[in-house]
């Protein structure tokens, strides 16, 4: 039985989403209690964010220069912290993104690294493999050749002794005997 593949990302994505917001709701609940957070943190990204969607939707329907009146102090505050809690769960889920990411890019580094250094080697092996082989066709030849000549002077002894023949490397010794023995019969008589 073949499983589909499993929704990892969406589950981490879920789970993230999840953990993050507590961390968001701590977050919210401390703005619309910090006056000084209310005023500098949450304020000021409302504003933005509530006149840039109502100049969008203005122009869209068809209304042009129209001035856009600020949200009230209160609704302000509580659209800067609902802004502020998925700000922070965009960047908690970012952040697990690039960490996924960085990780898969040094797995991917790693597994090249180890297919290069692997492919190197063999590299390595194929050259030591074709010297061996060189040097293994050099001996072939040279005692493929000796043992030729080996043969070859078998082939000519039995073709001598066939012949009844004397050896030329046997003749050769007999010759060099007789002469020796003729030139010291030659030194007696000039002794007498």
Known sequence: MVVGAFPIAKLLYLGIRQVSKPLANRIKEAARRSEFFKTYICLPPAQLYHWVEMRTKMRIMGFRGTVIKPLNEEAAAE????????????????????????????????????????????????????????????????????SALEELQAQMREVHAQLCIPEPSSVSQATSTSKAVSASQAQEPAEV
Do not use: N, P
């Open 79 to 146: 659209l800067g912290a609902e802004l502020l809690g998925e700000a922070t769960i965009f960047i908690v889920g970012g952040g697990c993104l690039v960490l996924e990411y960085s990780r898969h890019q040094a797995h991917q580094r790693h597994k090249e690294e180890e297919q290069r250094a692997a492919w190197d080697s063999m590299q390595d092996e194929v050259g030591r493999l074709a010297l061996a082989l060189e040097t293994l066709q050099a001996q072939v030849q040279a005692t493929s050749q000796q």
